[in-house]
Nanobody, 123 residues
Framework: QVQLVESGGGLVQAGGSLRLSCVGS????????MAWFRQAPGKEREFVAG????????FYGDSVKGRFTISRDNAKSTVYLQMNSLKPEDTAVYYC????????????????WGQGTQVTVSS
């Protein structure tokens, strides 16, 4: 079992920045591909960004490329999402996820989820 706890969400104006953190416990986080997803009201949960086990590779959803950066510190069992140039359409609950494969950008690629943290971007 892996337990994931997100933090760092909040209210920010358009154009601003936030940094989300996800701390894992239970099993070695370095054994998992990690990702961030988000879900806005009335919409499906969508992939935001992912990072491979060794941080050798990162991959992003089209809507956040060039603005968001995912990283991980396996020694601290923590994954980060740096979000810059935020837009009102980035408003959502952001979820951290862990999966057993080497790569994944769909919900079914991940079997451990955090409880989510709210990000609200005002215009």
């Amino acid at each position: 079992q892996v337990q994931l706890v997100e933090s760092g969400g909040g209210l920010v104006q358009a154009g601003g920045s936030l940094r989300l953190s996800c701390v894992g416990s239970g099993r070695t986080l370095g054994n998992y591909v990690m990702a961030w997803f988000r879900q806005a009201p009335g919409k499906e949960r969508e992939f935001v960004a992912g990072v491979t086990r060794s941080s050798g590779g990162t991959f992003y959803g089209d809507s956040v490329k060039g603005r968001f950066t995912i990283s991980r510190d396996n020694a601290k069992s923590t994954v980060y999402l740096q979000m810059n140039s935020l837009k009102p359409e980035d408003t959502a609950v952001y979820y951290c996820a862990a999966g057993p494969r080497s790569y994944g950008n769909t919900l079914s690629d991940y079997n451990y989820w955090g409880q989510g943290t709210q990000v609200t971007v005002s215009s």
